[in-house]
Structures are given as C-alpha cells and as structure tokens.
C-alpha cells in the first residue's frame, strides 16, 4: 500500500514515526514536507520520543507530490490555515481512486456533506472560495477526531506527550469493509481506533472543548488547570460551549455531558499547553477559524446568536493581528 503523510509537524510526525516503525513490511510510505522540516528529514530522518524512548525512522521525503507519485492514501495533518496551500497537492497524490485521513481539529470542509441547502454551500471561515470541496471531495474522505497530543522541539523532532486514539468515520457514515481494513492496520502501527457511523458528532464533541480552551490560552498565555481554576474564564467558557450546544442540537450533533464534566475531561490534562497556545509562543498562524469562527458561521446560517462565542473570536482575532498571527 502507498500512503503518504502531508506536514510533518507534530501530529503528521508522530503518525509517520509510527507507521514508519510499525507497517514497514505493509506500507510504503512518504512524507511531503517543506524547509527545515524537509532538510531535516532528508539528513537525519524522523525522530519521535514517545515513553522515553527516541526513535530514528527513515523516511522518503519530498516537496514534490509529482515526484512521491499518486497514493492509496493520503494522510493530512497539517493546520486548518494551511488547507488552501496544500489542496492541490493532495489532489494530485490521491488521484483518481486514493482515499484521505483527515487528521485535523475543527469543522473540516466536508462536515455538511448531504445537508439541505442552507449548510450545503461551503463555510467561508473553513473554505472560502470552495476549492478545496472541489479538490478533495467528501466521497474521497475519511474522517478522524485524534486523541492524542504531541509537539514538535525541533524540525522533524516530535515529542508525544499523551494518548494514542483515533476515532475514524466516513461522512456518509458507512462502515465499509476498506475502513475497518485501515483501522485494523493502524492498529498495528499501535494506535487505539475506534470506528464511528457519525464522525461529525465526535469532531463537533471535540470542538466542543478546544473551541474555547484553545483560543482562551493563546490569549491570555494560560495553561488548561490555570484557565479551569479561574472562576470567571470557566464560567466564561461555559457559556461559549452553551452556543455551542445548542447549534449541536440544531445540526444533529447532540452533546448530552454538562460543561462541568467535560472540565473534568481536560482537567485530567493538568498543566497542559494547547497546540494553539504553542503556536502563538512560537509566532506561528492561529487555527482560528476552524475552531471559532465556523462555530459563529453555522450559528449565523440557522438563525442562532453567538454573543459569547462572538466575543471570544473578536478578542483572540485582533490579538492574532496585532502580534501578526493570523493565517
Ligand atoms: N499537536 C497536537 O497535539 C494536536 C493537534 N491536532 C490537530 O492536528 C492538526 C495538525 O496539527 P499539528 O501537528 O499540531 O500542526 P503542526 O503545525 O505541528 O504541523 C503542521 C505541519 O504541516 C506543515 N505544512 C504546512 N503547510 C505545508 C505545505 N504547504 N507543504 C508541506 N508541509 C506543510 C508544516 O510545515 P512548516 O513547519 O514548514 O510550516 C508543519 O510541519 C491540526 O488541525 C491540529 O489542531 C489534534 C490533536 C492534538
Ligand atoms: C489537547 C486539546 C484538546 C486542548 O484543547 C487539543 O486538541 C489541542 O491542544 O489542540
């Protein structure tokens, strides 16, 4: 099987590190990465350190989907903001017949593929001139929601930091014989899969944490315990995830759990720092879009305010423009 990984960074890194250890009989595999990344792959290889171990995993590298050539899957895994950039090449290496794993946080272009006319059309804040739902069709998609976390120290360096689960789901919800084939050789790359017949529900369950904790740490620089221990921005967040909920319940991703017990899921991350708070400490663009402003976007088209969530996008927006973070 030829799969191939788009970014390199600290998820495509660690998925790389992994099947690169795990599937080398099964999988030929190949990363399209760029700059440091790229170099540092080509000189050194990949390195992951998960449980205190370091491993080394060489791997075919290139910027060039022409030359890694047309694929049976494609892994992408690189930041919403980066989609319109890169959407052409997965084009070009899924081809005709390839599949895409879209491991990726927030709404994804495909999310209301089937929906009725008022969701159909693409989201501005996730796919702005619909190229992308034209590249990449929701027939060639498979969906994930990763729960796992991992940073990178180093071009190509990748540290895990906790988990090990995918929850895959195609958007027509079809358990096809092909995707229980994939989740059973992920499993052997180590991963824990689950497989979902509504995966939008699990992404919008996801969503509904990151959708705050995310954007309140960029803005204020605060771990998810010191954000939690705040008795304001808790009840704040919860407010935002009340919107949230209830746009939920209007697009058939129902949230049953009380805002308190899912602070109780991410209080178990303790003194955690989000991918997007690493990503303003690091200067790089905020995933702000995909996490907030397609909450206020689908909010807008069925008719529901989003004073909260409105706020909370309006702040970390202009702080994202002010420090020269915003995609
Ligand atoms: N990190 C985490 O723990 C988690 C992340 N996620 C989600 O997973 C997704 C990926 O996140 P994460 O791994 O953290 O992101 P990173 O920023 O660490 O990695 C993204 C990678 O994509 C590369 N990239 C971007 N554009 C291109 C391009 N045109 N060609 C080649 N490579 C490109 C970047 O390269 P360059 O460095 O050159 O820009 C970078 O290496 C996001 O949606 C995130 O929200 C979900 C769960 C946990
Ligand atoms: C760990 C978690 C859930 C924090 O919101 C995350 O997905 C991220 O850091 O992007």
Redesign the pocket.
Known sequence: MRMAI?????????LTALLGQHLAEQVQLSV???????QAIKQHGLQLTQAGQVHRVRVRAS?SPAELGEQDLVIL????Q?LP??AP?VAELIGQHGKVLV????VPWWFFHGAGAVLAAPLQTVDPSGRISQLIPAERVIGSV???????TA?AQIEH?M?QSLILGLPDGQITPQLQQLAALLEQAGLKISLSEQIQRDIWY?LWG?MTM?PISALTAASCDQILDDVLVRDFSARVMEEARLIGAAIDCQIEQSTEDRFAVTAKLGAFKT??L??AEAG?SL?LD??VGSVREIGQRLGIATPWTDALYGLTRLMASNRGLLA
């Open positions: 788009i970014g390199a960074g600290a998820i495509g890194g660690w399209l990465a760029r700059g440091d990344t790229l910027e895994a690189v930041k919403a980066s950039d890169v090449a491991a990726m946080n927030g990763i729960h796992a976390s991992c940073r990178t071009p930091v988990g996801k990151n995310n991918s997007m690493q990503d790089r995933e995909a996490l």
